[in-house]
């Protein structure tokens, strides 16, 4: 960081963690303790797709690799999603998949274009949370829809206490986004 940013009061950006990822196993079993939250064996990457040849190649070698386990869907902010399923007690392998997704696309050079990745969990009751990792901040947050576009901010809140110290989590919670219709949640 120069002096003029410094100055002009720019930070310099956070550098994605991906291997922050492999924490969520584990951070599962502290958030199905809290809350009765299980996972639902969904996850999801998002980005926004680019132009060209090398990344329609990319794309498609990365569809191989997870097989019929991989769904593809567009939503209307100009995002791709690539839904991934695996059964709800593989979760290691799930994150291990959206990781290999996630690396696949930055060490393509087309990190600028990720957007987040997440895990979804459910619970008996029927209350659904996702766990967000948010690629260029390199932190998480729980996102818990409701119907009618509304968020369950009390149980966001109860996870967000119970992943402290498991997960690096964002803690501006502007930046908690909600993810509405993203595959898997």
């Known amino acids: 960081m120069g002096w003029l940013d410094a100055l002009l009061g720019r930070s310099k950006p956070v550098k994605p963690n991906l ?5 969520l196993p584990s951070a599962a079993v502290t958030l199905q303790a809290a809350t009765g939250l299980v996972p639902t064996g969904l996850g999801s990457v998002a980005f926004r797709a680019a132009e060209g040849g090398a990344f329609a190649t990319l794309e498609r070698d990365v569809k191989a690799l997870l097989g019929e386990r991989v769904e593809e869907s567009d939503d209307g902010y100009g995002y791709t999603w690539l839904l991934v399923r695996r059964e709800p007690d593989a979760l290691s392998d799930l994150v291990t998949e959206l990781h290999a997704v996630n690396s696949s696309l930055e ?11 997440l895990v979804s969990f459910a619970a008996p009751d029927g209350r659904r949370l996702a766990i967000v990792y948010l690629y260029k901040r390199g932190t998480f947050y729980p996102f818990a829809p409701l119907p009618g576009q509304k968020r369950d901010n009390s149980l966001e809140l109860q996870a967000r206490g119970a992943l402290e110290g498991e997960l690096p989590l964002e803690k501006d919670l502007s930046r908690w986004f909600p993810v509405w219709g993203a595959p898997g949640v």
Request: with cysteine.
């Open 19 to 23: 291997d922050a990822l492999f924490a």
């Open 107 to 117: 060490e393509a050079g087309f990190g600028p274009s990720l957007l987040c990745s």
